[in-house]
């Protein structure tokens, strides 16, 4: 397994890095902008950044949107190319530095809601429901336990944040934000994404509890356009189907066993969940690359070789 893939410097122009990816701008040669997402190997918890990633963490949600926009290839989205030699203005030791890390797509303006569907009582939806009885606003049946799945998928949006948390919002209060039609799209077709890849997932021995999406509008206009990572174990809740137990937390596909590392740092007063994050030992490393691989090699029956 090589090293872990933390930064990126190159040579092109508006530069811009999140938790995990690093965006640039890419001159094409038909005098058109494209986006480049490169997906690091950096992790985050609890809105920070730690001080170590997961070697190969970035190519495997790679190729696991990869995977899922071919998928989902009936619902546009952004994917151009995910062929680091389909880039220009990169070196060869810059190609071999991202291959199988990068996405080349179309630019969009980002449509400013996050959406979020449940199909599955888990995370803060449990917790909203254990004080209020219900789901963003949503009505819930008394009696649910934690991690039992709901008997209809709920459309959750929230609005996306420029700092901090995201803020969950009514159906009606994003009509105020993006209009009633676009609006009725977006959760159409969150849920019917949903729906389907639940489906498929479950078929493998995976629960998929929830998931998030984003889309976004070329010039800010036209028909939305699916954006960003899709079912992947950072953007959506997987459950090992065979474990599934309602009545408490799952084990899960995702950042599970580095938050339950944290916590015991936490406990053990030597970290406050203030940037910067610690170093996370070798071994937490090992396990939760090993739980990114499983979920890729469930979901699509292949192996990935890091």
């Not at 408490?248 to 066993?257: L, N, R």
């Not at 406990?267 to 691989?293: C, F, N």
Request: hydrophobic share 40%.
């Amino acid at each position: 397994m090589s090293d872990a893939l933390l930064e990126t410097q190159l040579e092109l122009p508006n530069k811009r890095s999140g938790k995990v990816r690093d965006l640039y701008d890419v001159p094409m040669a038909d005098g058109s902008v494209a986006l480049l997402i490169v997906a690091t190997d950096r992790i985050s918890a609890f809105d920070v950044v730690m001080g170590n990633g997961l070697p190969g963490k970035g190519v495997v949600l790679t190729q696991i949107s990869k995977f899922w926009f071919d998928y989902f290839s009936d619902v546009p989205n952004h994917l151009i190319s995910t062929d680091v030699e389909d880039v220009p203005g990169l070196t060869e030791d810059q190609r071999l530095a991202l291959s199988r890390r990068v996405m080349l797509c179309h630019r969009t303006r980002v449509v400013p809601i996050e959406c979020i569907a449940r199909g599955y009582i888990t995370g803060s939806g449990w917790k909203d429901y254990q004080r209020t009885g219900s789901v963003c606003g949503i009505e819930l049946p008394e009696g649910l336990r934690n991690s039992d799945r709901l008997a209809d998928p709920l459309f959750t949006p929230s609005t996306k944040a420029e700092t901090g948390h995201d803020e969950n919002i009514s159906f009606a209060e994003g009509m105020e934000v993006v209009g009633e039609v676009l609006m009725t799209w977006l959760a159409e077709t969150t849920l019917g994404l949903y729906t389907r890849a639940r489906d498929y997932a479950l078929e493998r021995g995976i629960i998929l509890a929830d998931t998030k999406f984003e889309f976004g509008q070329i010039d800010g206009q036209g028909s939305p356009l699916l954006i960003d990572e899709i079912f992947t174990p950072d953007s959506s809740r997987f459950w090992p189907a065979a474990e599934w137990e309602p009545g408490g937390e799952q084990p899960s596909f995702d950042k599970q066993i580095v938050r339950n590392y944290l916590e015991t740092v936490v406990e053990a007063g030597e970290w406050d969940k203030t940037a910067p994050g610690p170093t996370l030992p070798d071994e937490v490393v090992a396990r939760s690359i090993a739980r990114y691989l499983e979920a890729y090699e469930l979901l699509t029956g292949r192996s990935l070789k890091l």
